[in-house]
């Protein structure tokens, strides 16, 4: 059973850049499809960045576009995601997400296609 871990979240001014991180464990990612989802309170959980297993496609938000850089480290069994630009709208908790090894790059944005996922870290991003 995979289970993956983030990290890297934290209070950061806006303008301001940080680094996620998704660890996976007892299992590997390394054919998986993965993503980064965020919720706001009282908002539905929301795509922000998708990579395909080998790195070669990727899918991004509006509002990731351009602020947003998801990548991956399949030999660390890693999922990374660069964010700069950071703005108060940006304060959510973030998610690592994964799909099942060999699953096509389709659906990314849609939660419930996605079938691993993390406990989250918060992002609070201050004006």
């Known amino acids: 059973q995979v289970q993956l871990v983030e990290s890297g979240g934290g209070l950061v001014q806006a303008g301001g850049s940080l680094r996620l991180s998704c660890a996976a464990s007892?299992?590997?990612?390394?054919?998986?499809?993965m993503g980064w989802f965020r919720q706001a309170p009282g908002k539905e959980r929301e795509i922000v960045a998708a990579?395909?297993?080998?790195?070669?496609?990727?899918d991004y938000s509006d509002s990731a576009k351009g602020r947003f850089t998801i990548s991956r480290d399949n030999a660390k069994n890693t999922v990374y995601l660069q964010m700069s630009s950071l703005q108060p709208e940006d304060t959510a908790v973030y998610y690592c997400?994964?799909?099942?090894?060999?699953?096509?790059?389709?659906?990314?944005?849609?939660?419930?296609?996605?079938?691993?996922w993390g406990q989250g870290t918060q992002v609070t991003v201050s004006s």
């Open positions: 997400a994964a799909k099942r090894p060999w699953s096509t790059f389709q659906a990314m944005r849609v939660a419930a296609t996605y079938d691993y």
């Open positions: 007892g299992g590997t990612v390394s054919y998986s499809s």
């Open positions: 990579i395909s297993w080998n790195g070669g496609s990727t």
